[in-house]
Structure formats: structure tokens, C-alpha cells
């Protein structure tokens, strides 16, 4: 874990259960809120994989996109 805080080792976070409506954003809030907190990515398989192949898509581009968005800031944990 302290590797992690250091910059050593990218740290990535379970986006957690799909629950139906609202995915998309839950997973884009989340992706932000680890972008902000310095984790290099979000797991994302139930909320993607459990639903039409189109929408299943589009949230994993939307979760890209945060990550590719310059003006998402990332901040330091502070360790």
C-alpha cells in the first residue's frame, strides 16, 4: 500500500455490484473520484458486462474518458 502512495504501484479500485439503472453514472462518478485520489483505473466488469453489448460499450468509453480528460484533475494522497 505504501508503494502505492509513493507513485510506485498503480492502484486500481472494484467498481462494485451492477445495480441496473443509473450504472453509467455511478461508474463515471467513481472514475473521477479515484482519478482525483491518484488510482490509475476502475474495474468496471459487472456493471459493463451484464447489459446489452451497445450500453455495456458506452460505459466503458465514458469511464475512459475520464481518464483521458486532462481537466479531471489528479491530487496527491498526501503520503
Known amino acids: 500500500m505504501a508503494n502505492c502512495y509513493r507513485g510506485r504501484v498503480g492502484l486500481l479500485n472494484s467498481g462494485g455490484a451492477s445495480v441496473g439503472q443509473g450504472d453509467?453514472?455511478?461508474?463515471?462518478?467513481?472514475?473521477?473520484?479515484?482519478?482525483?485520489?491518484?488510482?490509475?483505473?476502475?474495474?468496471?466488469?459487472?456493471?459493463?458486462?451484464?447489459?446489452?453489448?451497445?450500453?455495456?460499450?458506452?460505459?466503458?468509453?465514458a469511464v475512459q474518458d475520464v481518464y483521458l480528460d486532462d481537466t479531471v484533475s489528479t491530487g496527491s494522497s498526501g503520503w
Open 24 to 61: 453509467l453514472a455511478q461508474a463515471v462518478r467513481t472514475a473521477v473520484i479515484n482519478k482525483r485520489a491518484g488510482r490509475t483505473g476502475v474495474i468496471t466488469g459487472r456493471k459493463a458486462f451484464q447489459r446489452p453489448t451497445g450500453e455495456g460499450v458506452d460505459l466503458l468509453h
